[in-house]
């Protein structure tokens, strides 16, 4: 069963654009983190997120945790060619296992 | 470098024979864990390890045996391996589960 739904599966757009991705859970979560892999390579860390209503930034990337602790989004400011990977979720629900979310592939087109 | 170091990078095997991917981090590090990455079916986890000593089946653990006899070190073992386990597998570990986390750079093996 999948615990954690991202979407889009995929998303193209211009550089400049602001974008949004989304992740839902199917039940409370204890921490949600957002990852970002470059294809092929290893996860990389970019935010965690513990408290409903949550909101952190870093650089253009600003994440959100809504307040019933179910969903969050992942927002780009004027995206960039560096930006393009694929943006995994991933929740802690117990503090031993951890589930990721199938991923969202962003392409940025110069 | 506070690192996750994974080896082999790439393996090509046959249908059989044993094999042992390596997972050793330099963070002191309690908590391990292997995933498994597929197309469409993203990450999905192995095994994870608490500390040295305990480890856990994650959802996926059929085909695969781990050991933690050192903090260190978390070898994924693969006795027989299949066809149907050609993937890309990570090694990550962290304080606790999930929580900054740190990725080895993946190891692509293909069964033929």
């Known amino acids: 069963s999948q615990e954690l739904e991202q979407s889009p599966q995929s998303l193209i757009v211009q550089e400049g654009k602001n974008l949004t991705i989304n992740c839902t859970s199917s039940?409370?979560?204890?921490?949600l983190y957002w990852y970002k892999q470059k294809y092929g390579e290893g996860l990389i860390f970019l935010m965690m997120l513990q408290k409903g209503g949550e909101e952190k930034s870093h650089e253009k990337i600003t994440a959100k945790l809504d307040e019933k602790k179910q969903q969050s989004s992942l927002h780009i400011t004027a995206s960039q060619p560096s930006h393009a990977g694929i943006y995994l979720c991933?929740?802690?629900?117990?503090?031993?296992?951890?589930?990721f979310g199938t991923g969202t592939s962003l392409t940025v087109i110069p | 470098e506070a690192q996750v170091t994974q080896n082999p990078r790439y393996l090509i095997t046959v249908t059989g024979k044993k094999l042992t991917v390596t997972c050793s981090q330099n963070m002191n590090h309690e908590y391990m864990s292997w995933y498994r990455q597929d197309p469409g079916l993203g990450l999905r986890q192995i095994y994870y390890?608490?500390?040295?000593?305990?480890?856990d089946k994650g959802d996926v653990p059929e085909g695969y045996k781990v050991s933690r006899k050192e903090k260190r070190n978390f070898p994924l073992i693969l006795e027989s391996p299949s066809p149907n386990q050609t993937s890309l597998y990570f090694c990550a570990s962290s304080w606790t589960g999930g929580y900054g986390y740190t990725f080895g750079s993946g190891t692509r093996l293909t069964v033929v």
């Open positions: 039940k409370t979560l204890y921490g």
């Open positions: 390890s608490m500390n040295v000593e305990v480890t």
């Open positions: 991933g929740a802690d629900y117990t503090g031993n296992q951890f589930y």
